[in-house]
């Protein structure tokens, strides 16, 4: 996902935006195909959208599904754009997104009208969400190339024995995994693969990729005894 400081960085930028773009009226033109209904005629007067939406979190409170209705449609849209803007990913963008809309459900009773608008309490929280994603994706990547130095060290041990047996492991255990996560390993770490690289080469989305590669490494760890 790139450096996580700069996609930090960015990602105040992008929270920034998204709230002078909102303004408390949500717009929803183009998002048809992102799963939102069309919108209907729009409330009129100044602040009138802003007040729409907060009334509708007030009743989501409690417990009103049509009033989430309304809600989702003023703001997915502004939601998925905030979190595209900070992951750069439409498959991620669209999952964290699902899950901010499923958040304003269960902790809609949390909103403070008193604090701010209902715009603003869901981009917040979609902002939020966003930079836990970056910041989960690049700790899981330190971890995976932590493994892959004690899995897949480079060069050989001063011990020719050793280096001899440590392979030996290493190909014992790869046989162990399934075709997909070998294949993927074999790829990323010998082949010198990226893995969007590894997911074309293999016809396979990046995510599924990812998550071969991770449960791959987790059972070769297992298998050879290494910590880390």
Not at 7 to 33: I, K
Not at 91 to 110: N, P, T
Not at 167 to 193: F, H, K, N, P, W
Request: net charge neutral.
């Amino acid at each position: 996902m790139g450096s996580e400081s700069a996609r930090l960085e960015q990602s105040a930028g992008a929270l920034a935006g998204a709230l002078t773009a909102c303004g408390g009226y949500a717009r929803m033109e183009g998002l048809n195909e992102r799963g939102t209904r069309a919108p209907g005629p729009e409330p009129a007067g100044p602040g009138a959208r802003e007040r729409v939406l907060d009334g509708a979190l007030g009743q989501v409170a409690r417990g009103d599904k049509q009033a989430f209705e309304t809600l989702y449609d003023g703001l997915a849209g502004p939601v998925y754009g905030l979190i595209s803007q900070v992951l750069r990913d439409p498959a991620q963008s669209e999952e964290v997104s699902q899950e901010v809309m499923l958040e304003v459900w269960r902790a809609a009773s949390r909103f403070d009208p008193a604090r701010g608008n209902a715009a603003t309490w869901v981009l917040t929280i979609a902002h939020r969400r966003a930079v836990d994603r970056v910041r989960s994706a690049s700790a899981a990547a330190a971890r995976e190339r932590r493994a892959a130095g004690l899995l897949f060290p480079e060069g050989d041990a001063t011990d020719p024995v050793e280096a001899g047996l440590v392979r030996e492991g290493v190909r014992r255990c790869l046989d162990g995994l399934t075709e997909l996560q070998r294949e993927s390993i074999t790829l990323a770490y010998y082949g010198g693969y990226s893995y969007r690289q590894v997911a074309v080469a293999l016809d396979v989305t990046l995510s599924t990729i990812k998550a071969r590669i991770r449960t791959g490494l987790l059972r070769m760890r297992s298998c050879l005894g290494v910590q880390w």
